[in-house]
């Protein structure tokens, strides 16, 4: 029978033949598992490998048994025996490297599933809350002074004049990362929330109620402001992140400003100059329809709207500029600036 004839006829697959490597590749993975409980009769592992492998194995199987058992002298001459036995002794080889990068294979995927459910647990297990109250005298109106640089700033009216309630939860793989400073000096309250590794994932919430009439500074390194219903001069200042401040009644010098981000206000003003300003984001202001002021807008890279008619916009090829005066006498000010987004002046 020529070399050919011994090819085709190996690709004729029989149970026998399957369960005989079966039972080979089951010796060999009981000993890299340490269990025999799921390999099926010998085929648990023969049957992970892909039919046009198997097919190439048996094969392999039966020309090196072409010529262990005898038959190679059916072969012309000695080259011939040579290809056949050379090529029996390397499917073997490929047999047992197959094996041991199908058991490799699937160890490293399991490893991999049980890092994520755990680092997906931690990630949303791991978290901590801690909390801190300051009595307030009602000699002076109070003074919130909030550094935030790793998560979000919360502020709203509380029920009690003489108290300021400070909540903080931390989240993270390793919510001790986070830092909190506390200090208070008269009616000034100064919190501090920082994160001590660099390399940590670590963020820090804060939750903080006062009274209605208070002054705000807030500092965001990364996250968003929010503020509900407060009376007071306030400077909100964020590198990354959206100001909200909604139902607040503003005093002089007040100014809400971000990097990247939104401005969002709506309330009133009194008298002096106010400041609405973003780098890279919208700039939505909401005054009463009765309210006195002088507004200057202007957009480098996007539109302005105004609900005042006596706010004149001039629109050109990619930015904006407003001005105008609102009311009779007005002794408000108000600036409206961002470099790439649009500016929208309501009446509330």
Known sequence: ??????????????????????????????????????DDNGLYLWRKIKLPIRRTIILGFDALGYVIDGREKRLKNTLQRTIVTTVGLLLLLTIFTTITACSGSQNSTVHYSNSNIESSAGNNSNSNTETRDFTLSGDTQPTLIANNDVGSVHIQPGSNSNNMHVKVTKF????????????????????TIKRTNTNSNARAEADITLPSKSDLQLQNGTGDIAVT????????TDATGTINATQISLTSSSQLQTATGNVNFSGSI???????????????????????????????????????????????????????????????????????????????
């Open 1 to 38: 029978m020529s070399v050919s004839q011994v090819v085709t006829r190996k690709w004729r697959i029989s149970w026998g033949v399957n369960s005989r490597i079966g039972l080979t590749l089951a010796a060999v993975s009981c000993r890299q598992k340490g269990t025999c409980e799921n």
């Open 172 to 191: 993270g793989d390793n919510p001790s990362d986070i830092q909190v400073n506390y200090s208070q000096s008269g009616n000034s309250i100064t919190i």
């Open 270 to 348: 009194g008298g002096g100059n106010y400041q609405f300003q973003s780098s890279t984001g919208d700039v939505d202001v909401s005054l009463p329809s009765n309210a006195s002021f002088h507004a200057d807008a202007k957009t480098a890279v996007g539109t302005i709207s105004s609900d005042f008619s006596s706010v004149t916009v001039q629109q050109n090829m990619v930015g904006a500029s407003a001005s105008g005066t609102v009311g009779s006498g007005p002794s408000a000010s108000i600036t409206l600036t961002t470099a790439t987004g649009s500016i929208h002046l309501k009446q509330s």
């Open 229 to 236: 219903g407060i009376e007071g001069k306030m400077s909100l």
